[in-house]
């Protein structure tokens, strides 16, 4: 007797939705379920380095500001560690740092901010050393698939010429939008386009 096979239909995809920040971040979506959420603080008070705020915002096609997006922020410590086991140089890394946070957009004006420590430059791929930067993986409403970008900073062009990302791009003109700008010292504005004529890069992963 042959058993007749039943295939199951694909589900149709969707974006993240409003849900994303209800499973994430939900103190941001008025769910006080936790006292302390996970990834709040990307770099506690007393971890060597210099402290650094970056403000910036997300905008659409249309140039709107993107109102719910979620970031999550990855990045070595100040002498270019991460707290992770593949770093091989783990047990040197800052006592107490994470590497890792989110931050949520203002529903009502989308302006984001991070608080960290500036991150040192790390080895890459047969050693070529990168340039100090944030990891950023964004999703919000209208993103089926999180976006994966990098944020440098200004004062480090003389490592931009030999960072293996950046060195990757091959429209020289959209390294742009990976540099974020000094507004004071220690303070940075970093805004991220999704689409059109200033569009972000973005990393495939």
Same mark, same amino acid.
């Given at each position: 007797?042959?058993?007749?096979?039943?295939?199951?239909?694909?589900?149709?995809?969707?974006?993240?939705?409003?849900?994303?920040?209800?499973?994430?971040?939900?103190?941001?979506?008025?769910?006080?379920?936790?006292?302390?959420?996970?990834?709040? #603080?990307?770099?506690?008070?007393?971890?060597?380095?210099? !402290? /650094?705020?970056?403000?910036?915002?997300? =905008?659409? @096609?249309? &140039?709107?500001?993107?109102?719910?997006?979620?970031?999550?922020?990855?990045?070595?410590?100040? #002498?270019?560690?991460?707290?992770?086991?593949?770093?091989? !140089? /783990?047990?040197?890394?800052?006592?107490? =740092?994470? @590497?890792? &946070?989110?931050?949520?957009?203002?529903?009502?004006?989308?302006?984001?901010?991070?608080?960290?420590?500036?991150?040192?430059?790390?080895?890459?791929?047969?050693?070529?050393?990168?340039?100090?930067?944030?990891?950023?993986?964004?999703?919000?409403?209208?993103?089926?698939?999180?976006?994966?970008?990098?944020?440098?900073?200004?004062?480090?062009?003389?490592?931009?010429?030999?960072?293996?990302?950046?060195?990757?791009?091959?429209?020289?003109?959209?390294?742009?939008?990976?540099?974020?700008?000094?507004?004071?010292?220690?303070?940075?504005?970093?805004?991220?386009?999704?689409?059109?004529?200033?569009?972000?890069?973005?990393?495939?992963?």
């Amino acid at each position: 007797m042959v058993q007749s096979l039943t295939y199951l239909q694909e589900t149709a995809s969707q974006t993240a939705g409003p849900y994303v920040h209800i499973g994430l971040a939900p103190g941001a979506a008025g769910f006080h379920t936790f006292e302390t959420e996970l990834g709040q #603080n990307l770099a506690p008070e007393g971890i060597p380095g210099q !402290r /650094v705020h970056i403000e910036g915002m997300v =905008f659409d @096609g249309l &140039g709107a500001p993107v109102k719910d997006v979620l970031i999550e922020v990855w990045q070595a410590d100040a #002498n270019g560690i991460y707290p992770h086991p593949e770093d091989p !140089r /783990v047990a040197d890394c800052a006592p107490g =740092f994470r @590497g890792w &946070g989110r931050v949520i957009s203002d529903f009502d004006s989308g302006l984001f901010a991070i608080d960290t420590i500036k991150p040192g430059p790390v080895p890459g791929r047969a050693g070529r050393m990168q340039a100090p930067h944030l990891s950023l993986w964004l999703v919000s409403r209208g993103i089926n698939i999180g976006l994966n970008t990098r944020m440098y900073f200004p004062e480090d062009a003389d490592l931009h010429a030999s960072d293996p990302v950046l060195q990757s791009i091959e429209q020289r003109a959209r390294v742009a939008t990976l540099i974020a700008s000094q507004t004071a010292p220690g303070q940075y504005r970093f805004d991220i386009h999704l689409q059109g004529a200033a569009e972000t890069v973005f990393i495939d992963i």
